[in-house]
């Protein structure tokens, strides 16, 4: 026996609650962070706004992600579409999947319009950037608020060396809309086996000048901001300033704690890498609770015991390893997501392949990021290794 759309519409509706727009404005207004209103139309519909703080995911997504959006199924959900139809359908769908407070609102969208109700107008990707960021949006952590973020978001990377070249190529293709980069090196022919960023045509070239050619052709979407400059404690409170996260591909211990003074005076995190022959860590410094590089190594060491680095040897590819462990938790920081390496660092042995987690903890004491700091001043050390990776 056949049945007719509008008579099986009348079934599902029967089998589900239905509440006016202005029973949502109240609902919306009483129940704030516990209630989902879900949105189910189609991306093309949202061009004339959407109600603030309601999630969207389109009616054919629906039973796919709801788990994401909504695990518990307790909480409230009012889901809505431009007329009362694809809501009632998801309704019924999600009562089916087990959600029990589940409406779905008559009239949708355009009753919302025709009360006069408020909108939002989220801002949009283009169609270019939906299809290139296509297979991160699409995971529901990130989204498109989250590619919109990460667009709207500055890092800057000291070192556009062996650590700094696979940072900046992932946060470039990921579309971290501004990258900076400071680094007063010339390509030489040498820093080839790691330093990625930059091929043969390059060498003798500066090496801001010849990242900045390999990103752009990489995402012109990504605008570039390049310091000529070896960093110093005259210039990086200027250099620093207005940056959302600074990563520290570096490996010289005067500008490593200049780095780190600099990011605790300005409240930057400070997304922390380091090799050694087979082994890298990597870290996050000045974030939340966490600590700061001089909680750790409150002074550097003097000269006579630094490792010396015209002797340090390193494999091109745990540079890669390193440097892409800290594009990822430079984009966790960025969309507060996930659990980030605030207050624990990894370290890991490249021959045995083996990773280790330490616990590192801020120091109630510390030189500089204590509530008492000895240290309010930057300190331009001794510079007794030039050697970046
Ligand atoms: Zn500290």
Request: aromatic letters at 6%.
């Amino acid at each position: 026996m056949s049945v007719s759309f509008s008579d099986y519409l009348a079934q599902v509706k029967s089998r589900i609650r239905e509440i006016s727009v202005h029973e949502l404005k109240e609902m919306i207004g009483r129940q704030k962070d516990d209630l989902t209103v879900l949105d189910v139309r189609e991306p093309e519909e949202f061009e004339n706004g959407i109600i603030k703080g309601a999630t969207t995911v389109p009616r054919g997504y629906v039973e796919l992600r709801i788990e994401q959006v909504q695990p518990d199924r307790d909480k409230p959900i009012a889901v809505i579409c431009a007329g009362g139809t694809r809501s009632a359908l998801s309704a019924l769908s999600l009562q089916g999947l087990g959600y029990q407070d589940v409406v779905s609102v008559s009239g949708g969208m355009g009753a919302w319009v025709r009360a006069g109700y408020e909108l939002d107008h989220p801002r949009r990707l283009t169609k270019e950037q939906q299809a290139r960021y296509a297979r991160q949006i699409i995971l529901p952590q990130l989204g498109e608020a989250g590619q919109q973020k990460l667009l709207d978001s500055k890092v800057l990377l000291v070192g556009a060396g062996g650590l700094g070249s696979p940072t900046a190529l992932y946060l470039a293709a990921g579309g971290v809309g501004t990258i900076g980069i400071i680094d007063n090196d010339k390509v030489d022919t040498s820093n080839l086996q790691r330093q990625i960023l930059h091929s043969e045509g390059a060498a003798g070239t500066p090496k801001v000048q010849s990242a900045t050619e390999t990103l752009r052709r990489l995402n012109s979407d990504v605008k570039i901001v390049t310091y000529e400059e070896r960093l110093t404690s005259e210039n990086v409170m200027r250099i620093f300033e207005g940056w959302d996260v600074v990563v520290d591909g570096t490996d010289n211990f005067p500008t490593r704690y200049l780095i780190n003074d600099a990011c605790v005076f300005l409240g930057i995190p400070n997304v922390h890498g380091s090799i050694y022959h087979f082994d890298g860590q990597c870290t996050i410094f000045n974030h939340g609770d966490g600590p700061c590089y001089r909680c750790l190594y409150p002074e550097p060491p003097p000269p006579e015991l630094a490792p010396s680095c015209a002797e340090a040897g390193v494999l091109g590819a745990i540079c890669g390893v390193v440097g892409t462990m800290q594009a990822v938790e430079t984009i966790k920081v960025l969309l507060e997501m996930g659990d980030d390496l605030t207050g624990r660092l990894v370290s890991f042995d490249a021959l045995k392949m083996s990773f280790r987690e330490l616990k590192v903890r801020r120091d109630p004491h510390c030189l500089v990021c204590s509530e008492h700091p000895q240290i309010t001043e930057l300190i331009d050390y001794e510079q007794f290794c030039t050697v970046t990776f």
